[in-house]
């Protein structure tokens, strides 16, 4: 009996613990250098959404490589995060292409536009040309002396601005390609060199974007305006000429700001491309899947009532069919309920349609165990055993066959996950996740929660005189 008081002191801290985190307001965890909120992350077939399939934007015959695929998704992850997406899902498919999820988005051709924008800026040496000549180069393709996977510039240089530019910039690119015609201009500078870039407000309530140089960008940015103050200096982005500021004074302290009427948005659009620099490899859009607000939300309330349902069903047969132990199965299923629920949140796992259905499949592996485990102990009973010992001894001979079906059940797991990962079927990710998670929370419940829960309800009853408690 110590034992199972032990045992019961332990499931309790944990049915504490898991309580706590599920609870809708949780103040997670803050201290000891410990920073953790706890919340339910919903994917986007349930509060809506889009979902897009990216592709490296290269010619057949060119090998794609696998590093500077990595690199490209790390830089879209990077950018859907500052975006503000909540709970974005950034993951590779294949080879050559980019699974992005977006939940929440409310205007995901903006989105799309900024995250497989190359990023390449540029500063280009525009001093022989007029301010008119100039002007009627914004927003257009300009053909420069730097492509990329080139090597940085010999002047490598970066904005610190107290330039003025001369025309709005405006913030959506989407091509890499330069021009076929037209003069060449050289790039002083690419925004490697930049270290820190975010968005400023201006004292007219206007908004800049704000940047900070590397010493070596600095010591290129000073030596290339101190000998080209008054003339213009082209600020390109994936070759598009997006502002044209002149260069009023020598900028010695690496820090500046590029102006142009932005609006909130085209300036942080903006900054997020510069902050998280320029993917090695351009891409397009293949395919991209919109999912309404309303239609997220119908989902995620038919999934509740049938989450209900399904574990309503279960305890109700468990209590009339095992009796007295099934009500004990019925707790501690409910305690394997909150501690998966509460792995969930802590994790955390971003929770879809399929994902939900693989918890739902997973309350029916936990009970299976019950089933087997209440059977054996059934069947010792009608031997005339104790009801210590076929508690014991149900449980001993049940466990083989729980072990080995759960394990197979997490080896397939395993193999779909690793399907999803590889090809971007994040359906059967999400699938496969919960149902892992739920299978080796079901292992415990039944070698620990159930068995301790039986011992502390049934080893002072006598069955003798309370068999029909028992269904046998």
Sequence with gaps: MSRTYRLLILIALILLFAIYINLPESPGIHFAGINRDFNTRLGLDLVGGVQALLEADVPASQTIDPNDMSVAVQIVDNRVNALGVSEAVVQPAGSNRIVVELPGETDPAQALATIKQTGLLEFVDMSALSDQQAASLMHTKINTDWV???????????????????????????????????????????????????????????????????????????????????????????????????????????????????????????????????????????????????????????????????????????????????????????????????????????????????????????????????????????????????????????????????????????????????FGASIVKGFSLTLAIGVMVSMFTAIIVTRTFLHLVLDNINFTRHSRWFGV
């Design 148 to 422: 990329p996977g080139g090597s940085q510039p010999s002047q490598n240089f970066t904005p610190d601005i107290s330039i003025t530019p001369t025309a709005v910039p405006t913030s959506t690119i989407t091509s890499t390609i330069p021009i076929q015609s037209g003069p060449t201009f050289h790039t002083v500078m690419t925004g490697t060199d930049l270290k820190n870039v975010g968005v400023q407000t201006t004292q007219g309530g206007g908004y800049v974007v704000g940047f900070e140089l590397t010493a070596e960008g600095t010591q290129i940015f000073k030596e290339f305006t101190s000998s080209h103050i008054g003339q213009i200096l082209g600020i390109v982005l994936d070759k598009e000429v997006i502002s044209i500021p002149s260069i009023n004074t020598a900028i010695n302290e690496g820090k500046g700001v590029i102006e142009g009427r932005f609006t909130a948005d085209e300036a942080n659009i903006l900054a997020v491309q510069l902050k998280y620099g320029s993917l090695p490899i351009p891409l397009k859009v293949v395919t991209s899947e919109t999912v309404g607000p309303t239609l997220g939300q119908d989902s995620l309330s038919k999934s509740l009532v049938a989450g209900f349902i399904g574990m309503s069903v279960v305890i109700l047969f468990m209590a009339l069919y095992y009796r007295l132990p099934g009500i004990i199965a019925d707790l501690a299923l409910v305690c394997y309920a909150l501690i998966t629920y509460a792995l969930f949140r802590s994790i955390p796992v971003t929770l879809t349609l399929p994902g939900i259905a693989g918890f739902v499949l997973s309350v029916g592996v936990a009970v299976d165990a019950n089933v087997l485990i209440f059977e054996r102990i059934k069947e010792e009973l009608r031997t005339g055993r104790s009801l210590r010992q076929a508690i014991d001894l149900g449980w001993n001979r049940a466990w083989p066959s729980i072990r080995d079906s759960n394990f197979s059940t997490l080896i397939t797991c395993v193999i779909l996950f690793w399907f999803g990962n590889t």
